[in-house]
């Protein structure tokens, strides 16, 4: 496994932030300089910090020269701290990025980017902190179908179910004898990964227990379902306060066809993307959901041309 993982281009130097109650982990990539405008990079459900490597690799070095970079572990994931709790709010994640920025930029503002669950934070965030916000990207972070207020006993008692499953283990992350069995987890999860990624991905996503089996860095009590209803209105509502350019990027696999198959689509998502005031959308070919993986070039290249127009 070793001879063929990824080389790395550009390390990252890590660092420990505290930030309300949790040690989060942030990694720093590029060279802070007065002036600039730094780029935070916010992950998705159940990945890391170091999901971005790739695509941090294939900036070029005049655009990484001119700013800081940065991408934090969420709460309950990679090296940053679970905290005592059986499962997870969204708005804590608003909360994190919020306390985050007020730590390293107090008063600046920042280039936003968030993948997936990532996506849909940055972009309720921008509308929460127009204020904080220069340029931001929402990669795939689709938001969730509709829901009805019908909805809300049985979505209540699921997640009490799930609630009383995880306390008797049920919920627990599957474990691997090796990283190379985590690398092919991550394999199995995206056709288009290759080894030597697999490889490097699997050093980051999961780490050996006392017992010597890899565990997932990610805690289960992720899997535990919201006992709050999604509702779309709010969700444009905030939307339509983002005053920043936003670059809304898709894959050409549709991804909400596979999860949803046809309770939510595309169109319903572009639709709802009619309340951003500026939005453009851009599309990575040849990529599935995790396009930060698949095409790391395509997608620096956008970046850099959004972020620097």
């Not at 969204?90 to 997936?116: E, K, M, N, R």
């Not at 929402?138 to 499953?165: H, I, V, Y």
């Not at 596979?258 to 939510?264: E, I, M, P």
Request: glycine letters at 6%; aromatic letters at 10%.
């Amino acid at each position: 496994m070793i001879e063929s993982m990824y080389q790395v281009l550009r390390p990252s130097i890590s660092s420990w932030v505290p930030l309300r109650g949790c040690q989060y982990h942030v990694r720093q990539w590029g060279t802070p300089a007065t002036g600039t405008t730094p780029l935070v990079l916010a992950h998705g459900w159940m990945d890391v910090a170091a999901s971005y490597q790739f695509m941090v690799d294939a900036l070029s070095e005049a655009f990484v020269q001119k700013r800081s970079i940065i991408a934090f572990d969420w709460r309950g994931y990679g090296l940053t701290e679970s905290p005592a709790t059986d499962s997870y709010w969204f708005p804590d994640y608003l909360a994190d990025l919020d306390a985050l920025l007020d730590t390293l930029y107090p008063g600046q503002t920042i280039d936003l980017v968030g993948h997936s669950m990532g996506g849909n934070v940055v972009m309720m965030y921008a509308g929460a902190r127009p204020e904080r916000i220069r340029r931001l990207v929402n990669l795939e972070g689709f938001g969730m179908p509709d829901t009805r207020p019908a909805q809300a006993p049985t979505r209540m008692a699921q997640w009490l179910d799930e609630l009383k499953a995880t306390r008797q283990g049920e919920n627990d992350l599957k474990t691997y004898a090796s990283a190379d069995g985590v690398a092919a987890r991550l394999m199995k999860t995206n056709q288009r990964l290759s080894q030597d990624k697999a490889d490097w991905l699997a050093q980051h996503w999961a780490k050996p227990d006392a017992q010597g089996q890899w565990r997932i860095l990610g805690d289960a009590a992720h899997k535990v379902i919201n006992p709050y209803l999604y509702r779309v209105e709010e969700t444009l509502a905030t939307y339509a306060r983002i005053h920043c350019p936003v670059l809304a990027v898709e894959a050409t696999d549709d991804s909400l066809g596979v999860w949803w198959k046809g309770k939510y689509t595309l169109d319903q998502y572009h639709e709802r993307l009619k309340s951003v005031p500026h939005v453009q959308i851009a599309r990575i070919d040849n990529a599935g959901h995790m396009l930060q993986h698949d095409q790391p070039e395509q997608l620096a290249r956008l970046l850099e041309d959004f972020l620097q127009a």
